[in-house]
T-cell receptor, first 113, second 112 residues
Framework: KAGVTQTPRYLIKTRGQQVTLSCSPI?????VSWYQQTPGQGLQFLFE???????NKGNFPGRFSGRQFSNSRSEMNVSTLELGDSALYLC????????????FGQGTRLTVV | KQEVTQIPAALSVPEGENLVLNCSFT??????LQWFRQDPGKGLTSLLL?????REQTSGRLNASLDKSSGRSTLYIAASQPGDSATYLC???????????FGQGTTLQVKP
């Protein structure tokens, strides 16, 4: 069965712009979580959506937002990009969230110049 | 606040060796613990999931144990191969927040 699909794989944006990343979870999975990975901070939790509702949120500024659609696909938006937003953004899906296994996509590499 | 620590940060071994990667966490209130593998520039591949009520899980040459009361998990890799070279990440699902909290990882190099 198809895994977690993230698009695009690579993005280059200019400081001040905004960006939208997409994540399609494994079929049947209702929970989608987003993570930011940087060499200095490692993997940090952004937010989790379950059945179109944000169930959990990490400690990121309001420039980072997300949503989930009725087909469980999720998007993450970052507005007013800063150089420090350059990172690998990873999406994970799981069947029901907290007690089930998380499966990750290949990530979107965002570079802000 | 849950914190996850992985030791060592890096490890280099000759092919064929058995090895152990360590993961410790500060709060025993967890739903489960998951081990992942990450190749450079790639996403995470799930290796093993251990529920809080379990003591260990096995998959092929991999065996993971969990001691919730002491806040420790180990990943045992038998007969290591060059293809095992990657970064191994441990993550706990917090029983308080539901968030998946990661360690910084152990970068493994297996030399032919």
């Amino acid at each position: 069965k198809a895994g977690v699909t993230q698009t695009p794989r690579y993005l280059i944006k200019t400081r001040g712009q905004q960006v939208t990343l997409s994540c399609s979870p494994i079929s049947g999975h209702r929970s989608v979580s987003w993570y930011q990975q940087t060499p200095g901070q490692g993997l940090q939790f952004l937010f989790e959506y379950f059945s179109e509702t944000q169930r959990n949120k990490g400690n990121f500024p309001g420039r980072f937002s997300g949503r989930q659609f009725s087909n469980s696909r999720s998007e993450m938006n970052v507005s007013t990009l800063e150089l420090g937003d350059s990172a690998l953004y990873l999406c994970a899906s799981s069947l029901a969230g907290q007690v089930t296994e998380a499966f990750f996509g290949q990530g979107t590499r965002l570079t802000v110049v | 606040k849950q914190e996850v620590t992985q030791i060592p940060a890096a490890l280099s071994v000759p092919e064929g060796e058995n090895l152990v990667l360590n993961c410790s966490f500060t709060d025993s209130a967890i739903y489960n613990l998951q081990w992942f593998r990450q190749d450079p520039g790639k996403g995470l591949t799930s290796l093993l999931l251990i529920q809080s009520s379990q003591r260990e899980q096995t998959s092929g040459r991999l065996n993971a144990s969990l001691d919730k009361s002491s806040g420790r998990s180990t990943l045992y890799i038998a007969a290591s191969q060059p293809g095992d070279s990657a970064t191994y990440l441990c993550a706990v699902r917090s029983g308080n927040t539901g968030k998946l909290i990661f360690g910084q990882g152990t970068t493994l190099q297996v030399k032919p």
